[in-house]
């Protein structure tokens, strides 16, 4: 089994925790208080293999579990972050189709990841618009007039996507729409990327043990001395 | 709306004063006006000016100790903070100090302020009253009271108008306070109790109830009075308090915390200063809680007049509102205790000794395995390992397993000579409890593995370092066949934030070892072998006996009360309760431990144990509200023990008090548990009966107990024997109902 580590990033209230809940649990919470923190949950998922290479073993299901860190927008815990997507393989930056601002947020979010991030190429970006059941009801007068409507332009988010290289969708998730395909995508992605990997390394005649250790050991320390008993 | 009206009503009454009394300088009219339009704060002060013209000639007589340049000099500073009517506020103090009045004036008239304010109804109605206060005596008594320097007290003589605004006061219903009761009705003076929080400059932070526009109003005048001590004496107003000849008590406490302030408002007569700021400062604690102090500085320092509320959101106010209804209907002993306790899931030693035992290994095995298995870790795994766990030593701070429901801790793991301070406990299990307990008990039913869900959240304990964040691992467990049902959760506290992974596999680890000891056989023997009763009783004779002395106790259904005595029995037979043969309910609190057991009960007793607690403090004080008449020959002992080197250490006191609660035979259905202050509700067609309760309160160096005798039972010499074997039993049982060492590491 496959394991990588997701962080989920975005500003408040866009539906980080939701977009998890429906991912992990398939389910949604009408009211849901504000992530303090963050939660750690993780969820296993299947995908066929692409089996374009000559791996011989893969002609079932790959497993993937994800360890997924779904962390709090406010701008409180906006230190914490680093923590989170620091050795991250995949990123879901998410913002709220109704709310302008989010998107905003979110691409500050993506920046700051491309320029943090030490491995910016290896780490996979999705940049995933919330609450698409809101706009999709605007046809009904009543509702249009409780629900503020598309405020962030389709094309406008999947330009900035393109440009920069991410993976894009709208999803809902109070109703699921889209949520189970920004993870497979993504899963997919990762999974090519192993076997890239692999690749390489074979053609290498240096074990690949060792050079996967010394990656994670000279990745620099980020312990700024936050700790209270400074 | 009603603001509004207050403001306009007050507005009229205060051009009406003026036209009538044909003020001596005409400048002071002007400024009037100007003020009134200006701004809420500065409302109550035209008005307070508008008082002081009507009583400034009586109070010529009144003697001030401030000498009158300081005066000036300090209003002046004071008025900075309103830029824009300085000037004329300037003008202002010159004619106050030219027409003599002076500031024990002022502060009488302000504290009326607050009172119109608060009671605004009664007041427009009642105009002509107010101008007849009799300041001379006011003035006396809060003269005397600066003296003192933080308590003032508003006499009788002050209020003798005020007898009749009192008896318009609604708060004899029993008003059961909750804070989601304010929509709709947004009067502040219906409600028995209330906190207001708001910065150093005024600004309304939080009130729990009231609607904005109210609380604004009355945050201004809790603004000037504050700074008015502040800026006068340099001191912090504590509380003052008024009473009436009708039984009412007021009591308003100030927690001065820079730059927040705080302040309750109790009608409780029960209550003492030391409550309310023992209350106070746990609400200001769960502020440092998600901000730190050093943030909270930060935020003010750039600005003074920063509003608090843009940056809390709604749920640290959710949080508020059910700290808030915590503390004032629900009961929880704790705040009984001025130094705080916490509450011990009882359970057996052994249980508990293998908790500690697994604590314990667990934290070594992951102290010694880590630092080896490092190198085995694939680059995914080891995320959290950027370094060598060189010191996780010291990365955990504190682990515990708590039973989340009733916040009661089951096991404790902590460093040799620490321990967390029980403030800073409590606050985190009210976070747990409130945020996270309804979310996990929503998907307990649904899914499959809510047990994946681990949550990392940083929170100050303010206690401990108000300046930095500690960071909690928690997870939620259930481990029914061990523990007994109900949530439990493992909280490890570390001062690291990026110690999650270690911490996470060390509770995996913690959690996977209780559920492994729930497997062997050997252990559930023993659990069934030990699990019959204390003292050589059968549990089941136990329990009867438990039943028969709540039958009793059913006298208080007969009065139309609902009386859910409800007594949970702890699964498993841990452990069981005391004998209680005559006894309601008790409050034991060991005072070493900090730490204190009472039989679960759905039934708020806390005004009964707070006037146990005040009769027995204070023995001479009769002029009590509702629990009408005591027993005129008070049963008080104080004796004294010696040690072994014949000194005398051990002063114990001793008191029998009775209560004799007024009761209304009437069916308040939506009403839990019963109010005591139904007592003064004699409306037609409900007929009255009394009810009589011993409380027994026995404090010694030691312990204390707090007792409540079974309604009816009057045998102070068997209530005695009671008490003697409820503290021979939680004596005997003290390694089961409370945690003496925990897992020291």
Known sequence: MLQYKLVLLGDSSVGKSSIVQRFVKDSFDEQRESTIGAAFLSQTIKIKSPNKDNDQENDEDIAIKFEIWDTAGQERYRSLAPMYYRNANAAVVVYDVTAKDSLNKAITWVDELKSKVDDEKKLVISLVGNKIDLISSTNDINESANSPGRQVDLLDAENFAKEHNLLFHEVSAKTGKGVRDVFYEIATLLYKQKLEDDALNKKDTNENEDRSINVALSRPSTNDPTSCCS | ?745
């Open chain 2, 1 to 745: 709306m009603r603001a509004r009206d207050i403001n306009t009503t007050i507005h009229n009454a205060s051009d009406n004063d003026t036209t009538i009394k044909d003020p001596p300088n005409s400048n002071l009219n002007v400024n009037n006006d100007f003020l009134v339009s200006t701004s809420s704060i500065a409302q109550p002060i035209t008005n307070t000016i508008n008082t002081i013209y009507e009583t400034s000639p009586t109070a010529t007589d009144d003697i001030l100790d401030l000498d009158r340049n300081n005066a000036t000099i300090n209003s002046n500073t004071s008025i900075l903070r309103m830029p824009s009517i300085s000037k004329n506020l300037n003008k202002l103090t010159d004619d106050l100090l030219s027409i003599n009045s002076n500031v024990t004036a002022l502060t009488s008239n302000l504290q009326e302020d607050l009172l119109q304010s608060i009671y605004s109804d009664t007041i427009t109605h009642n105009n002509s009253n107010i101008t007849t206060v009799n300041t001379n005596n006011s003035s006396t008594s809060t003269n005397r009271n600066i003296n003192d320097a933080v308590i003032m007290k508003m006499d009788d003589v002050n209020l003798n108008r005020s007898d009749d605004l009192f008896l318009k006061l609604p708060d004899l219903l029993p008003h059961t306070v909750t804070a989601s009761d304010n929509i709709g009705n947004d009067d502040v003076c219906h409600f028995k109790k209330n906190f207001f929080i708001l910065s150093s400059a005024g600004k309304p932070i939080y009130s729990m109830h009231g609607s904005d526009e109210q609380s604004i109003n009355l945050m201004g005048v809790i603004h000037t009075l504050v700074e008015f001590f502040k800026i006068n004496k340099n001191c912090d107003l504590k509380t003052f308090e008024m009473n009436s000849k009708s039984n009412t008590s007021c009591k308003f406490t100030f927690l001065n915390k820079h730059p927040i302030v705080l302040m309750a408002h109790s009608t409780n007569p029960y209550e003492t200063e030391l409550h309310l700021l023992n209350q106070l400062d746990f609400l200001y604690s769960y502020l440092l809680s998600i901000l730190s102090k050093r943030q909270l500085d930060r935020l003010f320092s750039k600005r003074e007049n920063f509003d608090l509320r843009n940056f809390l959101n709604q749920e640290n106010f959710q949080n508020l509102n059910s700290i808030c209804n915590m503390i004032c209907n629900e009961f929880h002993p704790e705040f009984l205790f001025y130094s705080g306790s916490l509450q011990v899931y009882p359970m057996k030693k052994k249980i508990r000794d293998k908790l500690h035992t697994i604590l314990l290994k667990c934290y070594v095995n992951s102290t010694t395995v880590t630092s080896t298995d490092n190198t085995t870790f694939t680059p995914l795994t080891s995320f959290f390992y950027p370094d060598h766990s060189r010191d996780l030593s010291i990365s955990l701070l504190y682990g515990m397993i708590t039973l989340v429901e009733r916040a009661q801790l089951v096991s404790v793991l902590r460093p040799k000579g620490h321990t967390l301070h029980t403030t800073d406990l409590h606050l985190l299990f009210q976070l747990i409890k409130s945020q996270y307990l309804p979310k996990y008990l929503n998907h307990n039913g649904s899914t499959n593995d809510t047990g994946s869900n681990d949550l990392w959240v940083p929170v100050c304990f303010p206690k401990f370092n108000s300046n930095g964040f500690l960071y909690c691992f928690i997870k939620f467990f259930t481990n029914e066949p061990l523990l007994g049902p109900g949530c439990f959760s493992l909280i490890l506290i570390s001062a690291k934030k990026d110690s999650f992974q270690r911490l996470k596999t060390l509770g995996d680890q913690i959690i996977s070892s209780m559920e492994h000891l729930t497997l062997n056989k050997i252990l559930s023997k023993t659990i069934t072998a030990t699990g019959n009763g204390i003292n050589g009783s059968s549990s089941t004779s136990q329990q009867r006996k438990i039943h028969r002395s709540y039958s009793s106790s059913n006298l208080l259904s007969n009065y139309g009360i609902t009386s859910n005595v409800n007594y949970d029995i702890p699964t498993l037979n841990i452990v069981l309760l005391p004998p209680m043969d005559n006894v309601y309910h008790f409050i034991y609190k060991s005072k070493n431990l900090v730490q204190h057991i009472s039989p679960p009960i759905n039934e708020n007793l806390m005004d009964y144990y707070l006037y146990l607690q005040k009769q027995c403090s204070t023995p001479n004080n009769t002029s009590l509200a509702n629990l009408a008449s005591l027993d005129t020959t008070p049963n008080k002992e104080s004796f004294n023990a010696r040690n072994s080197n014949g000194n005398m250490v051990v002063v114990t006191q001793l008191d029998i008090k009775r209560y004799d609660v007024d009761i209304m035979i009437e069916s308040y259905n939506d009403i839990d548990g019963y109010d005591t202050t139904t007592g003064k509700d004699t409306k037609p067609g409900q007929s009255q009966s009394s009810l009589q309760i011993y409380g027994v309160s026995w404090i010694t160096t030691d312990f204390e107990l707090y007792l409540l005798g079974n309604p009816y039972f009057l045998n102070k010499r068997k209530l005695l024997q009671n008490a003697k074997e409820i503290i021979y039993w939680c004596k005997k049982n003290e390694p089961r109902i409370f945690i003496k060492q925990g897992a020291v590491f």
